[in-house]
């Protein structure tokens, strides 16, 4: 047999092999909206046609049929099932393209399926495009893998969860990976960042000043973190501060306990001396 008839042969192996696949998903899928949900056969076909449309635009199928399943567990009403799945399609839709755009340009990656669903999933988070095209041209002139950009930008979504604005965290991290600092680094003061804000120890542009600051001047990531923790309250952060006052208030009150037992002292001694 022909060698390009092996090449052919192995094609519509793998053809049918993913055919099969999405097809057993479909029917499952089917099932389960037929025996959990009363939706109607117009409603089930509906949700069937949004899976289909997605895995031939090379989508994967298995997230959304996963949000299926969570929709049914919670008894979700069609309109709201329908609502959750078109969002994740588009996010992942979009995050196709964006990730796409990358390796064009010339990204390396190792996991392109796990930095799509986990693009997708920030996206819906409220990270913008233009913020991740941003950090995305800076990181390729670094050589960071895809697989290290999307976690990055991971950083951007979390801060703004603590209400540290996006675009100090935007400021920070294209100076960090111009800098030179790796994924893991950025993540070290990114995490530093959420605990501070917890803490409301520092304001955002006292927090950003800090970090702008010692990425200027090459200090290590340990040592920004050391700034920043002695700057919201000599090193101490949470309950440490509040133990540390707690401490301070009661040397306060056996002090004062100590002083006016002394008092009381020397006066009995005077009055025992005038006698």
Request: aromatic share 6%; hydrophobic share 35%; with cysteine.
């Amino acid at each position: 047999m022909r060698p390009y008839r092996w090449l052919w042969i192995f094609v519509l192996v793998v053809f049918s092999v993913g055919y099969s696949s999405a097809e057993n998903q479909m029917n499952q899928i089917k099932q389960l909206l037929g025996s959990k949900t009363d939706f109607t056969e117009k409603q089930v076909e509906n949700i069937l046609d949004l899976l289909e449309k997605s895995d031939i635009g090379g989508l994967p199928v298995e997230i959304l049929t996963n949000r299926i399943k969570e929709g049914v567990a919670r008894k979700s009403d069609f309109p709201t099932l329908l609502e959750v799945l078109t969002k994740k399609v588009d996010s992942l839709k979009q995050a196709k393209e964006l990730i796409y755009e990358c390796l064009n340009k010339g990204f390396s990656v190792k996991d392109i399926k796990y930095s799509q669903q986990l693009l997708a999933e920030l996206l819906e988070r409220d990270l913008s495009s233009d913020d991740f095209r941003i950090i995305a041209n800076l990181a390729l002139l670094q050589n960071m893998k895809l697989d290290e950009l999307v976690p990055v930008c991971e950083v951007l979504v979390r801060n703004k969860e603590e209400n540290f604005p996006v675009e100090y965290s935007r400021e920070i991290v294209s100076l960090a990976i111009v800098k030179g600092l790796d994924r893991k680094a950025i993540e070290y003061i990114s995490e530093t960042i959420q605990e501070v804000m917890r803490d409301n120890a520092l304001k955002p542009d006292e927090i950003k000043d800090i970090i702008l600051g010692g990425l200027n001047k090459h200090r290590s990531v340990r040592k920004i973190q050391e700034a920043i923790r002695e700057t919201a309250g000599g090193g101490k952060t949470g309950l440490e501060k509040s133990a540390v006052r707690r401490g301070a208030e009661t040397r306060g009150e056996i002090k004062d306990e100590l002083k006016q037992r002394g008092t009381e002292e020397r006066q009995k001694w005077e009055e025992n001396r005038g006698r």
